[in-house]
DNA sequence: TGTATAAATGAACAACTGTTCATAAGTTTG
DNA sequence: CAAACTTATGAACAGTTGTTCATTTATACA
């Protein structure tokens, strides 16, 4: 990791929330993983076969994304059958991309 | 780069929007470059030993930093005799940081 | 049991990031 | 001009990321 800088210069970020958001933002700042999280932010559970499909996402790509996000502690996984569902676990996700998506001056 | 994922599934974040975002995300989501931001959006501009006292950090390192902002085009500087000045050229990386210090939940 | 289907895993690799260190380049002032 | 000061630059390096491909594991079902 790095070090963080000393002054908590702020905007209402205090140090804790500007990593904690710092956090959020590295692990999910990719095109294919905020779709992720948007599909799973309205179906709360999904198999991987599913989110490979309405993605187009090959398997084993998608696979290497959604076990980083599980490890992170952003997804939770279940097996049902043949079927390995993912569901978002980090609900603070939804709220800063919600956050992120009513800013409409971008 | 990433190919972006076909399905356009929303909050409210369409693929544009969610692709700048992203950008200004990937580009910030880092300490020092968090705090960097939210020094240039309480003083408009500041010398890069300003920057390096303030934080703490150490002139090459934060140079880097400074000139890497700056190539992506979120930061601006201008030379006053011996310092060079850097200022906020990106005025949404302020609103996006604003927008997520308002996120109470957090 | 064998085959099909779903998903994970691991190697390999290129590209990028963060950092440090040493050095260069631009500016001011004596 | 030389010395001091401020900032940039470039090499080097370790670590991380995104991706592909081949292989493996787990489950279901005939």
Redesign the pocket.
Known sequence: M??TPAATVDMGLDIEKMEKVAFIL??TA?P?RIAIVQLLAANDQL????I?ERLRV????L??????MKLKGILS?T?E?????YALKMREVIDVIQCLAACTFL
């Open positions: 790095t070090a590295k692990t990719h294919t198999s991987v076969s599913d490979s090959e398997q084993s790509l696979s290497h994304h959604l076990s980083g996984s097996r059958g043949k079927n390995i569902y």
